[in-house]
């Protein structure tokens, strides 16, 4: 079956992964690396899964648990150079699609939440925040049991912004803004 897509061959398919890994501020889950790559119709899963792994084995991307994939200094280089061969529609179209996954996973990098049992006995949560230069927030809680802390934790890392916001309300009496 004849492919349609802009990107053709071997050499486009590893220069558009390289592409989008170079625009991902950290490590990424092998599905959404597939499905960042695969919006063009001439990218078939197979050739994809075969490109990933000759950057791999070429130095280009590094495998982190056989799971996660990361550009290295090797494959940011290369893919720098030839990345102007790509199609300008295509860079366009791979652009839209990286930019929530990558402002995700900026987001991501700035929440830690995190719980270990506690000696007097139940879990103690830590929960952090950051703003990218520094750390805004930091929250030591007990919990009772295992499920809260991790419901606290989801809670948190779904609403980090909003539990800082509400505590710095809280504690200035509703009065910051004044």
């Not at 940011?76 to 652009?95: H, I, M, Q």
């Not at 900026?106 to 879990?123: F, N």
């Not at 991790?150 to 539990?163: L, P, Y």
């Amino acid at each position: 079956m004849d492919n349609f897509g802009f990107i053709h061959g071997e050499l486009d398919t590893k220069i558009l992964i390289l592409y989008v890994l170079r625009r991902l501020p950290r490590p990424v889950d092998a599905q959404p690396l597939s499905d960042l790559c695969s919006f063009d119709n001439g990218v078939s899963w197979f050739d994809y899964a075969d490109c990933l792994a000759g950057l791999v084995d070429t130095g280009h991307v590094e495998a982190l648990d056989g799971e996660r994939y990361m550009i290295t200094e090797k494959g940011s280089a290369n893919g720098e150079a030839a990345e102007t061969s790509l199609p300008y529609s295509v860079r366009r179209k791979a652009d839209r699609l990286i930019e929530p996954v990558a402002a995700r996973m900026r987001r991501d990098a700035m929440i830690e939440a995190v719980h270990e049992p506690s000696p007097g006995g139940g879990v103690t949560v830590r929960l952090k925040l950051s703003d990218g230069k520094g750390e805004v927030m930091a929250l030591s809680l007990l919990a009772p049991d295992e499920g809260t802390a991790a419901a606290m934790e989801k809670a948190f890392r779904t609403d980090a912004e909003g539990v800082y916001q509400r505590i710095t309300e809280i504690l200035t009496d509703g009065k910051i803004d004044e």
